[in-house]
């Protein structure tokens, strides 16, 4: 690899660059594999090529000739869906509204030409709803300062939440109390485990919000209250729902 990294060839600029960026490990692998590719030509020209190697070639050209007819639309398509993850990776450090004018842009240009994509039409057209329906939030990283380009942190906090409640209460299944109370508990679970509350921050609690938050959440339990009374005896409760509204209709 460095004696290539030296001569004056076209893959002089690639080497260097794995040179630069890769591990040594990494580049001696891509080295020994190189070498093994150019033996194998060199062996196939001098005295023909392997039986597996010709069987190889021989399912390869089967597979490009049998696809042959998708691979202009494949390269048109893949030409825009890999500028589109471009503007989103955001590698320049451009804030929101330049990256999303670029990336309004681009859709734009999809939805004109998406007919250019042939028997990709149907995924492209697809593309463009999914991406429709995201898009209000796609540049908030780059609005906000500090905040990440994906939720792989907070969907793992909640997963680390079912288990441990899971594990606590014996349950198969995320417990019914996890969506009722989920604004509380969550949070509530995720703070105990890291920083273990003692008596004294206890005594700093305001027992007037306490109150308000039990509030807010009365109406959720009671709802769910209600549903399981008429799951579990639909007569009963309609026959109770009934009579409440005859009592209420009677005169003063």
């Known amino acids: 690899m460095a004696h290539f990294a030296r001569k004056q060839t076209a893959i002089r600029a690639w080497v260097r660059q794995l040179l630069a960026r890769a591990h040594p490990s990494v580049v001696v692998a891509v080295g020994a594999k190189l070498a093994s590719i150019a033996w194998a030509v060199l062996r196939e020209e001098k005295g023909g090529a392997t039986p597996a190697l010709t069987r190889l070639r021989a399912l390869i050209s089967r597979g490009l000739e049998g696809t042959a007819a998708l691979w202009p639309d494949i390269e048109r398509t893949y030409g825009w869906v890999h500028r589109a993850a471009q503007i989103l990776g955001n590698a320049a450090g451009e804030t929101a509204n330049p990256a999303r004018q ?10 004109r030409h998406r007919a250019e994509a042939g028997s990709l039409v149907g995924a492209v057209e697809h593309f463009l709803k999914v991406t429709r329906s995201y898009r209000p939030g796609l540049f908030h990283c780059a609005a906000v300062a500090g905040l990440p380009r994906t939720n792989n942190d907070l969907e793992q906090m909640f997963g680390s939440q079912r288990y441990h409640e899971r594990r606590a209460t014996g349950r198969k299944t995320a417990s019914p109390a996890l969506v009722l109370r989920g604004e509380v508990r ?17 005594g700093r609690v305001s027992l007037r919000r306490w109150r308000d938050l039990r509030q807010r959440l009365e109406p959720r339990r009671l709802a769910r209250t209600l549903r399981t009374r008429f799951r579990s005896d639909p007569a009963r409760y309609l026959g109770t729902l009934e009579q409440q509204a005859s009592q209420q209709a009677l005169p003063a």
């Open 102 to 111: 670029r990336f309004d842009g681009l859709i734009g240009a999809m939805t």
């Open 186 to 202: 969550v949070i509530a679970a995720t703070a105990t485990r890291l920083h273990p509350p003692k008596a004294r921050d206890l």
